[in-house]
């Protein structure tokens, strides 16, 4: 049994140790109706397809998702990465939006970039 434990600590630190997904960047260039490509820079340690940065979503103030990039595969050899996502539409009156990113293991960040909508 004490063998088996051991074997789990030694494997579980690797899950634990690469933290939760986090953009370190997020830019918004809207046009005139508010519609907007958003590009977003996101570090995470990715380790393979069991443990790595899926997704980001832009989020207005009330926690309402306005647009989601999936990224469907694991980039353990590019970090941080930037994609971009077109199309996101902002509603009227909102002036800031929250930039957050997800991993399979984690889950939501806490942590997120602002942008201010222009």
Partial sequence: MW???????????????????EVL???ADCDARRVCRFTVT???????WDHYADAWE???PDGAVLGRRVLLHPHET?????RSLS????PPGVEQ???????LVHGWGE???????R
């Fill in 3 to 21: 063998r088996a434990l051991g074997l789990l600590a030694l494997c579980v630190p690797g899950l634990v140790w690469a933290g939760e997904a």
């Fill in 25 to 27: 960047d997020a830019v």
């Fill in 42 to 48: 996101v570090r995470h340690a990715d380790t393979g």
């Fill in 58 to 60: 832009v989020r207005a």
């Fill in 78 to 82: 590019e970090q941080p990465f930037t």
């Fill in 87 to 90: 199309g996101v539409a902002i």
């Fill in 97 to 103: 939006v929250r930039v957050v990113a997800h991993d």
């Fill in 111 to 117: 942590a997120g970039v602002s942008v201010r909508i």
